[in-house]
């Protein structure tokens, strides 16, 4: 999140940042904090009068054989219109759990890289 124009920051659930405000809980894409005792909830790209923006580093891995992708798009968008950055990645030839090595669906390669690419996200965002 971003506080006051200050640099982006990120908070764990309990953490409070230098300026006072207090991650409390994220869930659906709602983030609720504490400000000056009072608990807000915000959305992606949503401030307030103390100018708390909160931001988001989404990351996305997909199969081309699956119907779990057809929420992407709306997500896309309301990640853009939020002014979030992310990143997507679509692995040709790949089917749902292509990533889980005790199933035929196993893809060597689109899961050495799509975890090489998770790791850096996390160290990243999180680090």
């Known amino acids: 999140m971003k506080i ?17 405000v207090k991650l409390l809980d994220v869930r ?12 807000i909830n915000m959305r992606i790209g949503q401030s307030t009068m103390t100018q708390t923006v909160l931001t988001a580093d989404a990351q996305g891995h997909f199969v ?8 992407w798009p709306a997500y ?11 990143e997507a990645y679509t692995y040709a030839g790949t089917q749902h759990g292509f990533h889980n090595n005790s199933t035929p669906r196993y893809n060597e390669a689109a899961a050495k890289l ?7 996200h996390f160290k990243k965002h999180l680090a």
């Open 4 to 20: 006051n124009d200050r640099s982006l920051q990120t908070l764990r659930i309990g953490e409070v940042s230098p300026e006072g």
């Open 28 to 39: 659906d894409g709602i983030a609720t904090l504490e400000v000056d005792g009072r608990a």
């Open 64 to 71: 081309t054989t699956a119907r779990i992708n057809g929420m």
């Open 114 to 120: 799509s975890w090489e690419r998770t790791v850096a």
């Open 76 to 86: 896309e968008a309301a990640l853009k219109s939020a002014g979030a950055s992310h």
